[in-house]
């Protein structure tokens, strides 16, 4: 199948739409937040009723059941889809452009989403389709290495019992529920791995506390304890089986979808870098010709040129991992590569925006020093640019992770 880069009409609302939010309520309050960390945006409530209406119309992509691709029964022979994946990605991306740290505090719109999403069994999907939710992962003893799990899920009856500490969990404290990979046996290793879907507010659930960043400070990033924390057996997402052969593949089958999600907010932030500070240079007088050589022109406009294509190939990586998750190809490496170029693109262009600027970057009258300090989490969670590159390293090469650590 080829894929067509040119947005299809029916996805154009969805961009009109979430640019029309990013620019008229998160932009407005962007800075008002940032000075006010953990103060939860009140304007988000009302975007979020917005957002629940177009759902049920089919139209916004939020929630868990929103990110599923369409059906394959559905499409004609040949066709392709441009389907939840794609509609979230290009929707996130506009929000980001107005305030990523609001994007990653809005309700319903959680990483934890894209978790159901991608490993919910149809039915589990009528029961959490709807919820917000955060996705806990990383936990004290381990940063990058997620079949490095020691949270313990243990069956007890018609329940499991989560016990341990989660930390680093985006909207934990705001979500109301919390997608956690736990081990059901720790000697099966990474095919043990399994994820559940909590209840935030339940017994055995802790909010420990919220941590100081450097950037997104208006979104909550939690740490949380589970202890002896029990939850119903439906609530496990995909099958209970242990199957040593797959590993963990279901579980990591989330990033496949959050990793693209993740990108496109870094595109977001990079676009609006770019476009104030194309404003700026041309206020200053600086002109920008693409049909000169760069060596030709002002060391500005080249430098701007050479950031503006690192964007467009940061975008263009997004749309086809996007893409290639709604037409079901597995995209693991893809999703990868998108993660990796828009995360290393956003921090390089935002700090350059800044250096370009001077005096002016540097200081709060614009939100260019914001945007370089809430870029750097995009390159780090979801997996560091490290992890991203021997993701796709072992992708190419055909190297099990045994075999390229």
Known sequence: ????????????????????????????????????????????????????????????????????????????????????????????????????????????????????????????????????????????????????????????????????????????????????????????????????????????VTIERLEHKLGIKVSDTAQIRFENCRIPKENLLGSPEVDTKKGFGGVMQTFDNTRPMVAAMAVGVTRAALEEIRRLLEEAGVEIDYDKPAHTQHAAAAEFIRLESDYEGAYLLMLRAAWMADNKQPNSKEASMSKAKAGRTVVDVSTRAVELAGTLGYSEHLLLEKWARDSKILDIFEGTQQIQNLVIARRVLNKSSAELK
């Open 1 to 204: 199948m080829a894929i067509n880069l040119e947005l299809p009409k029916k996805l154009l609302v969805t961009v009109d739409q979430a640019h029309q939010a990013a620019a008229n309520i998160f932009r407005p309050v962007s800075r008002k937040y940032d000075q006010r960390e953990h103060d939860y945006p009140i304007e988000l409530d009302t975007l979020a009723s917005l957002y629940d209406g177009l759902t049920e119309t089919g139209q916004a992509g939020a929630g868990a059941d929103g990110g599923r691709a369409q059906p394959e029964k559905t499409l004609p022979k040949g066709a392709v889809a441009n389907g939840g994946n794609m509609q979230a990605c290009l929707n996130v991306l506009e929000t980001s452009w107005g305030d990523v740290g609001l994007v990653l505090s809005m309700p319903f719109q959680g990483l934890g989403n894209a978790a159901i999403s991608a490993v919910a069994t149809d039915e589990q999907l009528k029961s959490f389709g709807k919820v917000w939710a955060a996705m806990a992962i990383t936990e004290p003893g381990f940063g990058s290495d997620s079949a490095a799990v020691s949270t313990t899920a243990v069956l007890d009856g018609d329940d499991y019992i989560i016990n341990g500490e989660k930390i680093y969990v985006t909207a934990g404290s705001r979500a109301t529920h919390i997608v956690v990979w736990a081990t059901v046996d720790k000697s099966a290793g990474r095919a043990a791995i399994k994820s559940f879907v909590v209840p935030r507010e339940h017994p055995g």
